[in-house]
C-alpha cells in the first residue's frame, strides 16, 4: 500500500470511527460532549467564480480580454506580477471601470529563502510596491511561494523568519493597502517547504492580518490525502484556487477520466468559499483555446453541481 493510499484509508477510518461513537451517544451524553471540532456554518453560501490568468485570455488589448471574460461567465481575472503590473496599471483600472469582474490575484516567482539577509531584504522590498497597485485594483492579494528548490536556511530559521520577518512585514504592507499575501504550496520537487494547504493555514494564522493561503488543485492531487480536507483547512483564510487538468496540467475538460474535481468543490461548498477559482493550465498547441475555454466552463459548472 503507497503512503497516500495509507494516509487516506486511516483518515477515512478515524472519521468512521468518530462518526459511529456519535452515533452511539445518547442525549445527554452529545449536550454534555465537547463538540468543538464542528464545523462553523458559512455566513453565506459557496459560489464557483471562474477566472483566467491573463496569458490565457483570448484577444490582444485590455478590453477585448475584459469582454471575453464578462461575455462567458467569468467572474475575475489573475494578472502577472512585476513590469507588467505596474506598466499596465492605469489602464486596466480605467478598463475595469463600470464591469463586475474582480481582481482575483496577481502570480510571480519569489523566494525569502536566501542565507544573506540584504537578499530577503530586496525580496521584501520587490514586493512592496507591487501590493500597492494590487491594493488600489481590490485585488484578493499577491501569490507568494516562501521557497523554491534549495533552501538555503534551515526549515525553522526559514518558518520563523517568513512568520515574524519577511512574510509578516508584506502582511502588514499588504492589510494596510486592503489586500494579502496569499501563501501557495507547492509540490515537494517544487519546494521541500510548504506542500500543504493546512501548513499554509497555520502560517498565514502566526502571520495576522494580511496573510491567507490558497489550494491548487494540480499540487493537492500530489500532496493532499483528500481535495475536500485540504480545502477545509484552509477554512476562512481561503483566498484562492488554482485549477488545471490532473492528468497533464493542461486546460480541464479535456481528460473528463482524470479530472475529477467534485471532492474539492464539496470542501470548497463546506467552507462557504467565495473566492475565485482560476486557470493555470496549459493548452494544447494549435488548439483552439475559445473553444476549450467554454467547454471548461460547462465541465466545472457541471462538477459544481454534483459536489
Known amino acids: ?5 495509507f494516509l487516506s484509508l486511516s483518515a477515512i477510518t478515524g472519521a468512521t470511527a468518530l462518526l459511529n461513537s456519535a452515533s452511539r451517544a445518547t442525549a445527554a451524553d452529545t449536550a454534555s460532549a465537547d463538540v468543538s471540532w464542528k464545523l462553523p456554518v458559512p455566513e453565506k453560501p459557496a459560489q464557483l467564480n471562474l477566472c483566467l490568468q491573463w496569458g490565457a485570455i483570448p484577444g490582444g488589448a485590455i478590453n477585448q480580454k475584459l469582454d471575453f471574460l464578462e461575455a462567458n461567465g467569468f467572474a475575475a481575472v489573475e494578472l502577472p506580477t512585476g513590469k507588467w503590473l505596474f506598466d499596465n496599471h492605469s489602464a486596466f483600472k480605467k478598463a475595469l471601470e463600470g464591469r463586475k469582474l474582480t481582481v482575483a490575484t496577481a502570480c510571480g516567482p519569489s523566494d525569502f529563502s536566501h542565507a ?8 521584501v522590498a520587490k514586493f512592496l510596491p507591487q501590493l500597492e497597485v494590487l491594493g488600489d485594483l481590490k485585488s484578493v492579494g499577491l501569490i507568494l511561494c516562501p521557497a523554491r528548490r534549495t533552501v538555503a536556511l534551515g526549515f525553522s530559521e526559514l518558518r520563523e523568519d517568513f512568520i515574524n520577518n519577511t512574510g509578516k512585514r508584506l502582511a502588514e504592507h499588504a492589510a494596510k493597502h486592503g489586500t494579502s499575501i496569499v501563501l501557495e504550496p507547492l509540490t515537494r520537487g517544487e519546494t521541500p517547504f510548504l506542500n500543504l494547504v493546512a501548513d499554509g493555514a497555520n502560517i498565514a494564522r502566526a502571520i ?10 494540480w499540487h493537492m492531487s500530489k500532496e493532499e490525502t483528500s481535495c475536500l480536507g485540504a480545502f477545509i483547512s484552509g477554512g476562512t483564510l481561503l483566498s484562492h484556487v488554482h485549477i488545471a487538468s490532473l492528468k497533464d496540467r493542461k486546460i480541464p475538460a479535456m481528460e473528463p477520466k482524470y479530472d475529477k474535481y467534485v471532492d474539492g468543490f464539496r470542501g470548497l461548498k463546506i467552507i462557504g468559499y467565495r473566492g475565485a477559482v482560476s486557470l493555470e493550465g496549459g493548452f494544447p498547441k494549435g488548439a483552439d483555446k475559445t473553444k476549450l475555454i467554454l467547454t471548461m466552463v460547462k465541465y466545472l459548472r457541471d462538477q459544481w453541481e454534483q459536489a
Not at 500500500?1 to 493510499?5: N, V, Y
Open 1 to 5: 500500500m503507497q503512503r497516500r493510499d
Open 116 to 123: 544573506a539577509k540584504a537578499k530577503r531584504d530586496a525580496e
Open 208 to 217: 495576522g492580518p494580511g496573510a491567507t493561503v490558497m489550494g491548487d488543485f
